[in-house]
């Protein structure tokens, strides 16, 4: 059990919009991401601690993606992304909630979240959402990088194949925070 102070520890989603959360995913299913991450949301608000989603998003001629010499470039559909694709999934958003929009992996880089946070005097941050070894990741780096306590709850999160998911949750989160079960997540007022 993880038993984090409410008023100074917040919940982290990334990317769980509508068109990410069905796209294939491992070792659970988008939805099974989407239920786990609304039930911590549900258990945050609660205890009056803050909840942050992160959804990426890009200007219709993409001129604000990142544009670096990579081996595998993104698959940028021509005519832009699909309507809606950038809109949290349904039923997962409350007033009360932080938005943040990024344009890359992680969700600090050019973004307020850092700022966000600070003044909420958060000191330690639980992070979920799709995928793993992408969004997640860089932002678990990133929140490590900037000072935040680290908390990854495993089954509140999901990859592009369940190895890599399972790497990331075996080898590299260990060393950036802890790593539980989001029923083992406690808030304390």
Known sequence: MII??????????????????????????????????????????????????????FSLDFSDALKMPVDRPPALPPGGLPEGWTELADGLAEPSDLRITKRQ?????????????????????????????????????AAHEHGYAVVLPEDASAGRSAEMHTFAFEQIFPMLGRVAKADDIELQR
Not at 13 to 37: N, R
Not at 124 to 141: F, H, K, L, P, W
């Open 4 to 57: 984090l102070p409410a008023a100074s520890t917040a919940l982290i989603l990334i990317d769980l919009q509508k068109g990410i959360v069905g796209m294939p995913t491992a070792p659970y299913s988008g939805e099974a991401v989407l239920a786990k991450g609304d039930e911590l949301a549900r258990r945050f608000r609660a205890a009056r601690a803050p909840v942050v989603l992160v959804n990426v998003a």
């Open 105 to 141: 992996w992680g969700a600090f880089h050019g973004t307020e979240l850092d700022l966000q946070l600070r003044r909420r005097g958060v000191t330690s941050v639980v992070i979920g959402g799709i995928a793993t070894n992408m969004g997640v990741e860089s932002t678990a780096r």
